[in-house]
């Protein structure tokens, strides 16, 4: 009887727990059992472990061969494991030196021919493991990703590669951690948009303070365009930013992006997605739109024509930040701290207000057609602005005054900077009692504030929403306090959901 201990880690949401695999061989008749709650691709693993083993000219021993999985109340996805499996096989047999594996963890889905396959999930592994000082055996094509955080990583090719290393006869070549250097790249430019002047200010505004953003009108004003703009006018990611949202490509499988990775992320569902695709879920559960839009903007065109249901499983993460998806096997958490941009039309033709006069909904189609957005979704969205059509004669004039993108970045950068050093965080995410002590209104603002709040039928949460865009606008002014002007222009731009009451 002979035993072999390994490490990895396991998958679950953006987590990566350790988890210790154990080869035994004991006598009896040759049957190759894995236990430890494998799902069906971590099973079928023994048959890709037999393949790869033969065709790497190691001998398969005839014997029985048991695989623990532990923590055995650990569900285990994937075939990440097959690669430590099949060096526990040949440490077991004496094939290997058992005691090179001290220090290690082993990554990687395993060929018939030996092969090493990438698996998803990576980066949260190699972040865990380099905090435990651990060195990574990954394949080739994981390697840079895991080079983001680790300082110890081996990636390998093949079966034969990692057993080469391990016994002395041929090194791998270590990558040291390698933090790549930002590039903007090409985005869409601000100064491309005519006109709109108002749906600009709010534009900025949402980017200053981490808000949430709705823009109402009739088709063809430019709230697309608007909205694929925010991403160019906002911050590039911090590095702890950018290892989060990394993390959730990781574990979907996709590769990241080393060029622009401190880019912010801009995802744009269609109106048929649904829950699942939009939050996350699956029977594996999986992250969704808001998990990749993850400290970037979640885009949703035409609002009403989402799903009502869909549309409400964002409220949780809106205000958590997080998502939380429960099955019978367990829980997964997946990150959620994003900023929506929503875009609807006015009323089912679209031209509801709209100068030319097309409009011919009644008062009880409109209704229908916003109802289908709910009031505790409204609530939640600070900014939301009327984008009327431009005059005709604009498409001909040159715009040379138009700001360009770089430039209210610069403003916008400095706003969240001062953020930064008064609460620690966007003023989109302060609490009340931050809130209040941040705002510093004067007699006259408070006033003002109640008569709104009376007049508008405003709840707590729109009464503070409408305290952190006055914050964010007097941020962008450089003034310590909040004056009634600020409070005042805050109130206008929160005017649609309380005038659609």
């Known amino acids: 009887m002979s035993v072999a201990i390994l490490a990895s880690r396991a998958q679950i949401g953006t987590a990566a727990p350790r988890v210790t695999i154990e080869v035994l061989l004991s006598g009896g008749l040759p049957v190759f059992n894995i236990v430890g709650m494998p799902e069906t691709a971590v099973r079928e693993s023994k048959d890709r472990v037999r393949g790869a083993v033969i065709s790497s000219g190691f001998d398969m021993p005839r014997q029985r061969i048991t695989v623990s999985l532990g923590p055995a109340d650990m569900r285990k996805t994937g075939g990440r494991f097959d690669l430590a499996i099949a060096l526990g096989i040949l440490a077991a047999s004496h094939q290997l030196t058992r005691a090179a594996f001290d220090g290690w963890e082993f990554y990687g889905e395993l060929a018939l021919n030996g092969d ?51 016994t002395g006869s041929r090194a791998l070549e270590r990558r040291a951690r390698h933090t790549p250097t930002h590039d903007a790249g090409e985005q869409p430019d601000l100064a491309d948009v005519r006109g709109q002047e108002r749906a600009k200010r709010a534009l900025e505004i949402t980017a200053a303070g981490g808000h949430n953003l709705l823009l109402v009108g009739p088709p063809g004003t430019g709230k697309s365009m608007l909205a694929a703009r925010l991403p160019g006018i906002l911050p590039p990611m911090s590095e702890a930013e950018a290892l989060e949202t990394a993390a959730v490509n990781s574990v979907l499988g996709r590769p990241i992006d080393l060029h622009d990775w401190r880019r912010r992320p801009f995802r744009a569902p269609h109106h048929s997605a649904s829950a699942a695709a939009l939050v996350g879920g699956g029977s594996d559960p999986r992250p969704g739109e808001v998990s990749r839009a993850h400290n970037g903007v979640l885009f949703l065109d035409e609002l009403p024509e989402f799903s009502r249901h869909v549309l409400e499983v964002l409220r949780e993460p809106m205000e958590a930040g997080r998502i939380t998806i429960s099955r019978a096997r367990g829980q997964d958490d997946f990150p959620a701290a994003f900023q929506l941009v929503a875009a609807m039309n006015p009323c089912p033709c679209g031209y509801l207000g709209d100068r030319t006069g097309r409009c011919a909904c009644s008062a009880d189609r409109v209704a229908t057609y916003r109802g289908r957005v709910s009031g505790p979704l409204l609530d939640r969205i600070d900014l939301q602005v009327e984008v009327g059509r431009p005059p005709p004669d604009l498409l001909r004039q040159t715009d040379h005054d138009a700001e360009p993108s770089c430039v209210v970045r610069d403003r916008v950068i400095a706003a969240r900077e001062r953020q930064s050093r008064r609460g ?14 941040c705002c510093g209104l004067p007699e006259e603002g408070w006033a003002l504030l109640e008569r709104a709040a009376a007049k508008l039928s405003l709840s707590v949460r729109g009464y503070q929403r409408c305290l952190r865009v006055a914050r964010t606008i007097a941020d962008l002014a450089g003034t310590g306090g909040v004056s009634t002007g600020q409070l005042a222009e805050a109130l206008s731009l929160r005017g649609f959901s309380e005038a659609a009451r």
Do not use: F, M
Not at 143 to 165: F, G, I, K, N, Q
Not at 424 to 437: H, K, M, Q, T, Y
């Open 116 to 166: 090493l396959r990438t698996v998803p999930g990576v980066l949260p592994a190699a972040l865990k493991a380099s905090a435990e000082r651990q060195c990574l055996c990954v394949p080739l094509a994981n390697a840079a990703e895991a080079a983001l955080v680790s300082d110890s990583v081996y990636p390998a090719a093949s079966l034969l590669d990692v057993t080469a290393h391990l």
């Open 424 to 437: 620690g965080v966007p003023n989109a995410r302060l609490d009340g009692a931050s809130l209040e002590r």
